[in-house]
């Protein structure tokens, strides 16, 4: 290996981690909830932990504690975390082609950090025209947010049980407005838009008479139906 690909390689890692410390901070609290919901829910701390450490999806363990609270069975915990979680491999596809040349090793590695946040500042990276290793910046961001994840999660479930009543009630707000958050980086964009509205207005709906078909049927006819849909034309003279 070259002098230069090291040199561009510790100068993208150190980007990364200077650039991570934003996604620290909103994984701190975002994970923070989610140690919260847990011990609300009376999951084991241990458990607890080893979510945060192998699943890191705030949205599908915040989901989980939701779930556990409300006496799911085990068998619908897993499907509607797979569901929830199945947007990865749709991160992952993408991002893959601008890791070329890195080791499965260390792919794998990086899978696991693989969230909507990661994915979203690897990307951007990627498309700058300056961008070198696009690997070693998402493992800065990477290894700064992972551990503060970690730390959120941890500190949030020991003193879940001290906070007050509100602030439980507060947490049940984290999961719509990351969403939320997230949908609007969609704008303009008709589908994703019109994808999300559906769902925040009918799995509630579904969700109060049945949790299971709420959280998942739903996304599936909704995913299902806009991918029916004829796509827009992009040739010259087309209807805008």
């Known amino acids: 290996m070259s002098h230069d690909v090291v040199a561009d390689r510790r100068l993208s890692l150190r980007k990364g981690a200077r650039e991570g410390v934003p996604v ?45 609270r409300s006496g799911q069975e085990g068998v ?6 797979l569901v929830i979680n199945f ?5 992952a596809s993408t991002l893959l082609p601008y890791f070329r040349g890195t080791s499965r090793g260390f792919l794998a590695l990086g899978a696991q950090t693989l969230g909507a946040t990661t994915f979203a500042v690897g990307f951007m990276e990627a498309r700058r025209e300056n961008a070198t290793d696009i690997f070693a910046y998402y493992a800065g961001v990477s290894i700064v947010s ?3 994840a970690l730390m959120g999660t941890g500190l949030g479930y020991c003193v879940g049980s001290a906070l007050p009543p ?8 984290i999961l719509p ?6 949908l609007a980086d969609e704008w303009p964009k008709a589908r994703p838009l019109i994808a999300g509205l559906l769902g925040v207005v009918l799995t509630p ?25 004829p796509a827009r034309s992009t040739q010259p003279g087309a209807t805008k």
């Open 146 to 148: 992972y551990p503060v």
């Open 87 to 91: 947007r990865f491999a749709v991160l």
């Open 177 to 182: 407005i990351y969403f939320t958050a997230s």
């Open 76 to 81: 619908a915990i897993v499907v509607i975390t």
């Open 205 to 229: 709906l579904v969700a109060r008479y049945n949790m299971v078909l709420g959280l998942v049927c739903i996304p599936i006819v909704v995913g299902l139906a806009l991918a029916a849909l």
């Open 166 to 173: 509100i602030f439980n009630e507060t947490v049940a707000m």
């Open 24 to 68: 620290a901070i909103s994984f701190f609290g975002l994970f923070f909830a989610v140690g919260v919901a847990s011990e609300a829910a009376r999951i084991p701390g241990l458990h607890c932990m080893l979510l945060s450490l192998l699943v890191y999806a705030a949205p599908a363990q915040l989901a989980i504690a939701e779930l556990v």
